[in-house]
Each structure stands twice: as C-alpha cells, then as structure tokens.
C-alpha cells in the first residue's frame, strides 16, 4: 500500500520547520503499512531463501574488520600509536569546534549562544604539545562522550531537549579508550576509541600500561552481550548490581556456571591505574564469542530491540538509527563506524545502485539482489536495516524519531516515533520531500 507519509530520520534534530508543520503528534504503535505479523522476526525469517546461512565466517568477518580498519573507518586499537604529533591531535579536536562555531545553538534558557564562547574552547586546542605520548585507558563505567568538555546540554532550537548537540556516544563500560589531551583544568580528557572521538570525565578512565592495554584489548577469550541489555553484578548471587551493558559489548572471559558467565571489568585502582574485577553476567544475555552472521540471527538481534527508545548520541538510554546497527552487527563481531555517513560506505554495493535510478528501479534492485539481514541501505542522515520483501514492496527495520503526515487542509504535521520499529519503504510516496525509497542513497551487503 503507497502512503503519504514522510519519515523524519534519526539524524534530522534541529530541522527548521516551515510553519505549516505541526509538531509532536504520537504515532500509531503499528505504523502505517505494516501488520502485527512483521513485528516478528520469524515473519521475514520464514521468507528468507536461506535463513540459516553463513552471510561471512568467523574469518570473513574479521576480513571485514580489518577492511574498515585499513579504509579508515574504524580505528585498529590492537597496536596503537605510542606518540602522536600534536598537529594531529589539535586536528582531532579543532574540526569538532569548528564544526559547532558554523551552526546557531541555544542554551536550555532560549537564548542563542555566542560564536565567542564556542570559539573560547580553542584553548583547548592551544594546549595540546607539539609532540603527543598517547596514554591509555578503559572506562570504568558507561559514559556520555561529549563534543566539549562540559556537562551542560546546547540545542539547535529552543527547548529542542531531546536532541544535546554536544552529546556526541555512550562508550559501555570496558571500552578501550587512547588518551590524546586532557582540558586545562584537569577534568576532561580528550579520547578515540575504534568507533569515535570526544572529551570524557577524567574519573570514567582508568589508566593503563601499553603492554596491558594490548593484552586485555586483544585478549581471544571474549563474551559478547547477546540481550539488548545484560546486568553485570559483583556477586555471583547476582545481588550486588554493578552497571549495565548494550548488545555487542565485549568482555574478557574468566569463568562460567550455569546460571552466569565471570567477566572482567575495569575499575579505578591507586592513582586511577586500572585494577580488573570479577563481574557476573546472566548467562542467557551473553554469548562465548560473537555469534554466527546469518540472517536469521541478524533478525532475532534487531528483533530484541524493536520498540527500544530513540535517543540522539545514545541519550537517556536509547539508540539513534546507527548506533542500532553497530549493535545488531556487533553480536556477530562487525565492529561499524559511528555515524549513518559512514556505515553507508561498509561492505559492497548491490550491483544495481551503481547507477542514478528511479523509485521503481531501486526498489526492484532491492528485492531481487537484496539480502534481508545482511543489507544495509543509506539515506541522507540516516541508515537502515533491510529486512526483506512482501508483496514485492521492501521492509525495513530502524531507530527512528518521526515522520511527516500531510493534511486534508494542506498542512503537514510530525509524528513521532521515537523508537525501534518497523517500516515500509513507500512511506512518503506522494508528499514534497517524497518517499523514503527516493531518498535512498545507497544499498549496501555486508561482505
């Protein structure tokens, strides 16, 4: 079935409305075009040629790693950089600044914030030596990496409170972290890990030596969190409660019962030197390495997170659209860039879009060379998950945050989602901004 309905993408906070635009209208929990069945992934499992088929090997996917590693879009942390020069690291953090001085951003009070004050944290900048020692270090517990070294939220519109633009990740507990700068005042340090760069509190990083930080990061004994979310807890009882870890989190194994797997963690020792703790994870929320890449466990792992809240840089506990898919893939151990722009440029292209087409062309590529569960598709700002076909018109599954709704009177207005859910790629035939399938960029297998 066409709609006329317009989705707006994960990435698209801040968007200035024309005035026609009514906001924040709720949207249908099953969206248009779509039936309870498709809300489960046994519906495109059981429409799949080949289900339980081998997309990559164990081996496949570290070729795969290794690919992204060597094209740049993921950073190999397994033989770091001891010295950087400081040219580098003040490129790093200068790009982030500048990036925010061309935008106009508002405090939580409404009021503009000046291009001066942005500008003013290229002191930052000016600290930073001209040759770098690279230090090291895990986080100690999950924690937001911001854009600037502060705490405070800057909006793209007025009270746009769901959408920090500073709020750049979540980093889980345990992520490897190189340590390039800390700000002057000692509270915040500049980091990249394989994923992305930006400030950290200094006390949610516990120092490493290089020799430990190769060891534990590359250590081949992993657990792989499995559930969309696994409690970890410093009991085996399970009653002392420690943090919480996402899908695709990876831990170095150190024991297993039948009710638990004995994990290490990072804790903060004398002098903020790394010690490792035991911690206990469920059993049934994690696996003993990552699990096999076929489609059916790419469905079964979007699937656990359908309904899961939106969040713009992984605010208030949520997903934005690639955070989602770096956590369905990273259960299989794809390690994908952070942001929509980049995963768009993952794996291979369908042969098909190498080429400009039409609506009914693309989606005809789609169905007939796509592979549900392995097929990735970009948009402007956004990326989803292809899950396969029915009645020849494509289906995708994704964090999204809303879509527009025109109006009998002419008006349009917002609906949000807000959520994982489970969409038709006609959404938006007919409008001005037209479907989603039009704004497709690229469709891309995971090989």
Sequence with gaps: MRTVLSLLFCLMAGVVWADEVKLNIAAPAVLPGVTVEMRSPGFWAARHPSPDELVLSDRGVQVLNRRLAAQGLVEDLSRPARILPGSKVREYITEIIEGLKKRVLYAPDGKAVSADLIAGFDREVSAVPEKVEVLFGFTVKPVDQRLLPVYGPLYAEPGDVDFDEL?????????????????????????????????????????????????????????????????????????????????????????????????????????????????????????????????????????????????????????????FLQMVFGSVGIILPRNSAEQGKVGTVLAGFKEQLAPDAKSAVIVAQGLGGAVILRLQGHIVLYLGSYKDQPYVIHSAWAYREPLPDGTQRARVIGRVAVTSLDLGAGSAKGSLLQRIISARILR
């Excluded at 002057?184 to 006390?203: C, M, Q, T, Y």
């Excluded at 390495?289 to 489609?295: D, M, R, S």
């Excluded at 792992?301 to 690639?322: E, I, R, T, V």
Aim: with cysteine.
């Design 167 to 323: 709020q750049n990740s979540r980093l889980d507990i345990n992520t490897p972290v190189t340590v390039l700068a800390h700000s002057r005042d000692r509270k915040w340090l500049f980091v990249r890990n394989a994923i992305s760069s930006g400030w950290l509190p200094a006390e949610a990083v516990a120092r490493a030596t290089y020799e430990v930080f190769i060891q534990h990061s590359n250590s081949p004994r992993r657990v792989i969190v499995t559930s969309a979310r696994a409690d970890l807890f410093l009991d085996p009882a399970r009653t002392e409660y420690l943090t919480t870890a996402r899908m695709g989190a990876a831990f170095t194994y150190k024991s297993v019962s039948a009710d638990y797997w004995g994990v290490e963690v990072p804790a903060a020792g004398l002098e903020g030197q790394v010690k490792f703790v035991t911690a206990y994870i469920p059993k049934k929320d994690a696996s003993s390495g990552p699990l096999a890449f076929t489609p059916r466990v790419i469905y079964d792992q979007a699937f656990k997170l359908l309904d899961a809240p939106y969040g713009w840089g992984d605010m208030n506990g949520g997903q934005d659209c690639s955070r």
